[in-house]
């Protein structure tokens, strides 16, 4: 009975607030690294990306701080690097993930041909000890976000180069490739598949941490249509290649790297190249990463769509089909779903097909039915005319109509205290497309498109999530970075709580001398330094050298 009157209370307040479909955007990535990231920001990749995929409430953050162009693992490693990233993990408590792209250029800069296998090792061993530091950084300041590797698609030096013959030393790109001794697209190939398994590898041992390994995925999407200017030559069509590796004897497409009228870049990819290698990111991680608290995947058994005439169909079909008015009707088993208070609730859906020019703004009727629509679980030619248990238009938020991108369609708050725990809970997709308009949505025979049932809970304030984080006053040290002695700007007294915190958040006291501290028995590293007097906490960071 309480229920049934908070249903009709929260009913009245909606249908005050209905037509009220604005979107609040969160940052929830934040974007740091080389090149890649830099590209990757200046193209907004990761926006474009993530309203495709129905996040439009989501975006990234990153700035001419954190995205460098020609960046180092070693250059994240600096005072005024770890300051940043810091502050902004702190100050966007809504951030679920860190993207990062680093190591590129510690090979490309570094690396050569004639490296025996024991300056390999060094060079590898070198830059994951750094990658490593920052992941270690990272994760101590917030030990709640997914920290996720870009990874790199292969490069083509030779090709695109030897286009531009015979001016080919002028190219921008001919340096480095010289610096490196001319490797073949085998031998650079196979260098950055060592560096992603390794990577695979560290990233499998940690949950905090993720990799999406597929270098030879611009093969895949592009293909070879033109035969390649070089060998070993020949061509190959798009969705060919076997993932992740592809052809190691093969480039990417020049087709897919950045053009610049001038000249073609021979490692950076095209605006498209990016957002393909961020939508199969998605595809493999993202999309799922940034839902809410709890997310369902449809059931299979119960999912289709039933016409007015009682026409029963397997797949997905909402809007006017052969002269004919379907809905789509897609299951989920909710007995997972915590006893707990919802905030909102929306359904994802991806488009497989779009047939006539349309829009749709708040046009999809929604109906819930606790249980089942007709008379079992499965699509019946009854479920048309079931009013089901409520019914109410939805907030849709799209990318545009093309097919493979998502639909968001954010309920109502009048939908929520009926939804529960359940064996089963259907919904009824309904729209007026005009003839012979309708979409097809994807089903759930792939996990990765399955219509997704997203649910966020009542809960604190997010700033609750770094309430222990943030001190009360600044902590002025010199010289940073320090050898022996480290000097304290502010005045202590000698008994004040002196404590330093190194990386894995291992921490030791330590004797405060007349505002000196010597930290000549540390290791090299960068460390926290944490001094209590009075009831205040003093911090500041410092590495030793």
Not at 267 to 293: A, P
């Amino acid at each position: 009975m309480i229920k049934r009157l908070l249903f009709l209370l929260i009913l009245l307040n909606s249908l005050n607030n209905f037509g009220q479909c604005d979107e609040e955007n969160n940052s929830t990535v934040l974007l740091i690294g080389d090149s890649w990231a830099f590209f990757m920001h200046a193209d907004q990749t990761f926006n474009k990306v993530m309203s495709n995929w129905g996040h439009s409430n989501q975006q990234y953050f990153s700035n001419s701080e954190l995205a460098v162009n020609g960046a180092r693992t070693e250059d994240f490693l600096t005072v005024e690097k770890l300051d940043e990233i810091e502050e902004q993990l702190l100050n966007k408590p809504e951030l679920k993930a860190v993207h990062i792209s680093l190591g590129g250029n510690d090979f490309l800069g570094t690396w050569n041909i004639d490296f025996t296998e024991e300056e390999l090792e060094n060079l590898m061993d070198e830059t994951f000890e750094e990658v490593e530091t920052i992941v270690d950084f990272i994760h101590a300041v917030r030990s709640d976000v997914q920290i996720v590797f870009s990874g790199y698609m292969y490069a083509n030096f030779e090709e695109i180069i030897n286009d531009a013959a015979p001016f080919e030393e002028s190219h921008p790109f001919y340096d480095t490739w010289a610096d490196m001794g001319f490797p073949t697209f085998e031998e650079l190939n196979g260098l950055l598949n060592s560096f992603s398994t390794r990577m695979l590898v560290y990233s499998t041992g940690l949950d905090y941490v993720d990799f999406v390994y597929a270098p030879g995925y611009m093969q895949y999407i592009f293909g070879q249509e033109e035969p390649l200017g070089v060998a070993p030559g020949g061509t190959y069509p798009k969705l060919y290649q076997p993932l992740p590796d592809g052809d190691i004897t093969y480039p990417s497409p020049k087709i897919s790297m950045r053009n610049y009228g001038f000249f073609i870049d021979c490692f950076h990819l095209s605006v498209s190249g990016y957002e393909y290698m961020i939508d199969y990111q998605f595809e493999n991680l993202y999309h799922k990463l940034l839902m809410d608290d709890s997310y369902f995947l449809s059931d299979e058994l119960s999912e289709g769509s039933v016409s007015s005439s009682g026409v029963v169909r397997d797949d997905l079909i909402m809007g006017n089909f052969l002269s004919d008015d379907y809905v789509t009707l897609i299951s989920f088993n909710t007995t997972e779903l915590p006893d707990t208070n919802l905030q909102s609730a929306s359904l994802f859906v991806r488009l497989d097909s779009v047939n006539g020019e349309f829009t749709i703004d708040d046009d999809i009727e929604v109906t819930i039915k606790i249980g089942n629509f007709g008379i079992d679980e499965g699509v019946d030619s009854d479920d048309f005319e079931d009013s089901g248990d409520y019914s109410s238009l939805a907030c849709v938020f799209n990318a545009s109509l093309d097919s493979a991108n998502w639909l968001r369609i954010d309920l109502d708050e009048s939908f929520l205290p009926l939804i529960e725990t359940s064996d089963i809970i259907q919904f009824k997709l309904d729209a007026n497309l005009g003839a012979g308009n309708f979409i097809r949505f994807t089903g759930s025979e792939n996990p990765k498109f399955s219509p997704v049932f997203n649910v966020n809970y009542v809960q604190p304030d997010l700033s609750s999530k770094t309430e222990n984080l943030p001190y009360l006053e600044e902590l002025k040290i010199f010289p940073n970075p320090v050898n022996d002695i480290l000097y304290l700007k502010n005045h202590f007294k000698e008994s004040s709580s002196v404590m330093i915190c190194d990386i894995n958040g291992k921490c030791q006291e330590i004797k405060l001398d007349n505002n000196r501290l010597d930290v000549s028995i540390l290791s090299s590293g960068w460390y926290i330094l944490k001094v209590v007097e009075d009831g205040k906490i003093y911090r500041a960071k410092f590495i030793k050298e």
